[in-house]
């Protein structure tokens, strides 16, 4: 064996691999930080000896060194693939994009459970390094344990299914293929155009297998976080159409949270006067109390965003995809003529809905368009109208927050009016599915940007409670809130057991319906008569309708050592929510909740979305339903 070239260090690819992602820090306005801030892992053969054993040199400060001289990769043990990713997401959008994640997983099963947790990054565009154990390279042994074999493929693995869901995708087939694929791995993970899901591939005995490598490969690369500016003729073109406009709306979406936008939106709408409604994911882009703010828009928004896109003549869209959920499913901008002006910057995105494009960062294009403004604002009328319309909306929350009587079952919506009499601008509240997005999304006023975490993009069941650590760990001591319904809670509960393994003070709150709420009012609506959604005993008729399951979700939560508070009533919910937000350790509020057949619920939605509905059906519920279903789709039109 020769000595190691001069100017190099002879290590493993995994060992390389993490000392490498050690010294990449990001950087945007002048702020520094770590892009890899620590590493999710559950070992099996296909990553223990590698980047298991590679993690090992990098989990503590050997005696004698700084941390400088051997960088620390902090490491966190999960229970389930899935949801150390979504841990990993819920950290990222904390932190603004700017840092991240890593996952490794063996190879089989652990690989394959990534899938959901990579769609939902990209999809949201957040991103996570994803580094999942792989076969072996060198295949000494076809097939090994847990390798699905291709018959018309030799390089085909289960990992393979990361690729759709991936922004980037490489499998390291060689110890020297780790350079240029670690580096495009990090090029993507801090592109804001383009960030999402990153996989690297890694076979596992390629992981063991030791190279000689540059000194430079480990020297310390900060990446730009760029802020584009607009185009001038782009600009100048944008801002002469907003001038032209008498009824123009923006729509925020989570691009204004990303570039850290918020500033520069609220003074646009201040300089403007131009009313602001909110995607899931840009809502908090204003506070709810900023005249300008109309709430919510789209399927699950306010009635004042709603009326205001149903009659705008100019959608001004900031950082949004434009979901079916946000234009009700194409039926939502009617007004004759409306158009489009978005700033994005992804081109991609910013090309939707036919619009004039202003390709941009968030906040850069914002702060150039109200310097192309100066002077000018919206009728006085039109801010006294939405103004008005703003203050009718807040009674209408008022009243479905309202708990007059205290010692009675809380519907879910008095769950949430509970929670924001308690919670303060500190406070972060985090959902992803069911009926409380809906809710979420009408009712809660946002008090600053990163308050409302709702995951809506993949809307993924079993988000919550894993993310929340993942945001915990990026915002130490602020209250986090994870708020679940039944079902999503037995979808994912296990990583209840990691915040109390690192005692990380999450505050879940469980509220018990018993089945599948949300869908089940949606079966209704279309024709499917709530079949299959309730968690109840089966009836002769074999359906799912006699008495609710004799599930104990508290004793369940409590099993896996979390503290747990119940509550029956109203008044007990309020100080079981009190107690759970001073709580310096993992606690659940349990609450069975009321429907809100009986009480005042949330206002109805205030827009369509277009759910499919069977042409023929023997059924009436269903050919009720498809008659509505074409009187809906009647009104869809695509903006060209």
């Not at 999809?123 to 074999?149: C, I, K, S, W, Y």
Request: charged residues 20%.
């Amino acid at each position: 064996m020769t000595g190691t070239p001069k100017g190099s260090v002879r290590l493993t690819t995994a060992q390389a691999l993490v000392r490498f992602l050690t010294r990449q820090f990001t950087e945007r306005d002048g702020v520094r930080q770590r892009l890899i801030g620590a590493t999710w892992g559950i070992f099996g053969h296909g990553n223990v000896a590698g980047i298991g054993q590679a993690l090992v040199e990098h989990a503590t400060v050997p005696s004698g060194q700084t941390p400088p001289g051997h960088p620390v990769m902090p490491f966190h043990q999960g229970r389930n693939e899935q949801a150390m990713v979504h841990a990993a997401v819920g950290y990222a959008r904390q932190c603004g994009r700017l840092s991240a994640h890593a996952v490794t997983t063996s190879i089989g099963p652990g690989a394959t459970n990534l899938v959901t947790g990579a769609a939902l990054a990209t999809v949201n565009r957040l991103p996570v390094l994803l580094l999942p154990g792989d076969t072996f390279a060198a295949r000494p042994a076809d097939p090994v344990l847990q390798q699905l074999e291709v018959p018309y493929a030799g390089d085909v693995s289960v990992n393979d299914c990361l690729r759709p869901v991936s922004k980037y995708f490489d499998r390291v087939s060689r110890p020297e293929a780790l350079i240029p694929a670690a580096l495009a791995a990090m090029r993507v993970l801090t592109d804001p155009a383009e960030t999402g899901a990153v996989t690297l591939a890694l076979p596992q005995d390629v992981q063991v297998e030791a190279y000689d490598w540059p000194q430079e490969f480990f020297a310390e690369r900060v990446w730009g976080v760029r802020r584009p500016a607009p185009d001038p003729r782009e600009l100048a073109a944008a801002a002469a159409a907003v001038r032209e406009a008498r009824r123009p709306l923006v729509v925020a979406g989570g691009g204004v949270h990303h570039s850290a936008a918020e500033d520069a939106l609220r003074e646009f709408a201040e300089a403007t006067r131009i009313p602001v409604a909110s995607t899931q994911a840009g809502k908090g882009s204003l506070r709810h109390d900023h005249p300008a703010d109309v709430g919510g828009i789209g399927h699950t928004g306010t009635a004042t965003a709603d009326e205001l896109a149903r009659t705008a003549d100019l959608v001004i869209g900031v950082g949004t995809r434009y979901s079916d959920f946000t234009t009700a499913s194409g039926t939502l901008f009617e007004a004759s003529g409306v158009r489009f002006l978005n700033l994005n910057i992804a081109p991609f995105d910013g090309h939707k809905m036919a619009g004039a494009t202003l390709i941009a960062d968030a906040r850069a294009g914002l702060e150039a368009l109200t310097g192309a403004l100066r002077g000018h604002r919206v009728e006085p009328a039109y801010a006294v109208e939405y103004g008005d319309d703003k203050e009718r909306w807040e009674q209408r929350v008022d009243a479905a927050y309202q708990t007059d009587e205290p010692d009675v079952r809380p519907t879910q919506t008095q769950v949430l009016g509970v929670l924001d009499e308690l919670v303060t601008d500190e406070d972060i509240v985090i959902n992803a599915a069911g009926s409380l997005p809906g809710d979420l999304h009408k009712l809660w006023r946002a008090r600053s940007p990163r308050q409302y975490h709702v995951e809506y993009g993949y809307s993924c069941m079993g988000y919550e409670i894993p993310a929340s650590i993942g945001v915990a760990l990026a915002a130490p001591g602020r209250p986090v809130w994870a708020l679940v319904g039944d079902g999503t809670y037995l979808m994912n509960p296990t990583e209840l057991v990691t915040a109390v393994q690192e005692n990380i003070p999450i505050k879940v709150v469980i509220l018990q319906n018993h089945g599948y709420a949300s869908i089940g009012g949606l079966s209704e609506s279309v024709g499917g008569e709530r079949f299959g959604t309730a968690y109840r005993f089966r009836a002769p008729d074999g359906t799912y309708t006699e008495g609710p399951l004799p599930v104990d979700l508290a004793a369940n939560a409590a099993s896996l050592g979390v503290r747990v508070l119940r509550a029956k009533t109203i008044r007990d919910l309020r100080a079981a929510l009190r107690e759970a937000r001073g709580a310096d350790r993992p606690t659940c509020v349990y609450v069975e909740t009321e429907t809100a057949d009986t009480v005042s619920g949330p206002p109805p939605a205030q827009a369509w979305w277009d759910v499919p509905v069977a042409e023929t059906a023997t059924r009436e519920s269903a050919v009720r339903a498809r008659k509505e279903y074409d009187r809906h789709v009647a009104a869809r039109r695509r903006h060209l």
